[in-house]
């Protein structure tokens, strides 16, 4: 048996995963603290003050509110929640994309929405930065919790906190949610001493929070603008079906460029996920065995990649007979990368179908993966 085909670990794969704008984020939420209490300090709950609220305010009820740089939705729980006049919510904090209050309590409900020119939002780190960047604007702070947002388990995190700024105690629910080139804030707050008072109603403007249904696709200048659907083998007549519209095939010669031994390869750009096919001729007579060709495959991988770390070895279950099923761990670069590893034997045709998501996304793409995995059929 030959050694298998070139490795897509000896060059790293493409990531087209630029840092995240940590930088703006941080002048973001530091504003929002600073501004926050200030508007609490002055309004206070006098009636002069919540008159002053009121008219910087829509008439009507809020209701059903749509964001401006983008159509997301937000949803008041009841008739009391009013949206702020844009500009004057714009002059408060230049950030905010819709402010949302009820001035009687004097809460608040601020959407950030914040739009990458060149990368893409991950949720953990956009959540990270939430909490250090509210931390560091603030002279105590506290966690309370961090978990999934209900709405959006795999690109969503609900955090409570509580924190004091220019004297003020304040207690918050925050949302942190990654899509694509968008990532987005939903902050909930209100004074600690009146927060019991409106709790049920900022969780449920928070768990409220929709992402648009109408922004165009993330592509990037090497794939295809078509959806890939049903893709075909240039080597060999195999088949895969993308598990949906997300991903792309990638051009030919960006492919070969990245990796000599790529047949096919389908990326997802707004997850900076990829799937990769590589295929490999054995002698003429020989029989191809399904668990030596995987150990090989395996050793390469190991050479290749130190340090890597075989999380499970199966049988694929749609092709248990005449193929196997790696999942596999390691660092390439800097980047923590999850393989979805299938291996095909064929008595004088090897078939590598490698699958891969960088930490940060594996979670909402896993599932993807092992899709197209199990989608291949190899050739007859």
């Not at 925050?174 to 004074?191: E, K, L, W």
């Amino acid at each position: 048996m030959t050694n298998p085909a070139p490795d897509p670990f000896r060059s790293p794969p493409r990531s087209q995963f630029p840092r995240i704008l940590i930088g703006a984020l941080v002048f973001g939420l530091s504003t929002i603290v600073t501004l926050v209490g200030f508007a609490m300090k002055v309004t206070g709950g006098s009636p002069i003050t919540w008159l002053l609220q009121r008219a910087a305010v829509e008439s009507g009820p809020a209701g059903v509110v749509t964001g401006v740089a983008s159509h997301y939705h937000i949803t008041a729980p009841s008739d009391r929640w009013h949206l702020r006049k844009a500009q004057i919510a714009k002059k408060d904090n230049p950030l905010a994309d819709r402010w949302l209050t009820r001035p009687d309590v004097d809460a608040h409900v601020l959407v950030v929405d914040e739009l990458s020119s060149g990368g893409l939002f991950a949720i953990e780190p956009l959540a990270d930065v939430v909490i250090d960047n509210m931390k560091s604007a603030s002279t105590s702070f506290e966690l309370h919790s961090r978990e999934p947002l209900k709405t959006y388990p795999e690109d969503g995190r609900f955090m409570h906190m509580r924190y004091t700024t220019n004297g003020l105690d304040i207690t918050a629910y925050t949302a942190a949610v990654a899509s694509g080139n968008r990532g987005y804030q939903v902050i909930a707050f209100a004074a600690t001493k009146t927060f019991p008072e409106v709790e049920g109603e900022l969780r449920s403007l928070v768990e409220s929070f929709q992402l648009p249904t109408d922004l165009e696709p993330v592509l990037t200048d090497d794939v295809e603008p078509k959806p890939a659907g049903r893709v075909e083998g240039v080597a060999a007549k195999y088949v895969l079906v993308a598990p949906n519209s997300h991903w792309h095939v990638r051009k030919a010669e960006a492919a070969k460029k990245d990796n000599e031994g790529a047949d096919r390869w389908i990326a997802r750009p707004d997850k900076d996920a990829h799937a990769m096919v590589m295929v490999e001729d054995v002698p003429p007579g020989s029989n191809l065995d399904i668990e030596l060709y995987t150990d090989a495959v395996i050793a390469s991988v190991k050479t290749s990649m130190p340090g890597a770390v075989i999380a499970s070895r199966e049988p694929l279950r749609t092709d248990p007979k005449n193929a196997r099923l790696l999942r596999i761990t390691g660092t390439v670069g800097e980047m923590e990368v999850e393989y979805h590893y299938a291996v095909f034997a064929q008595k004088e045709r090897g078939v590598q179908l490698v699958t891969w998501a960088r930490k940060d996304f594996i979670g909402s793409v896993r599932e993807d993966l092992i899709k197209i995995c199990e989608s291949f059929v190899p050739p007859p």
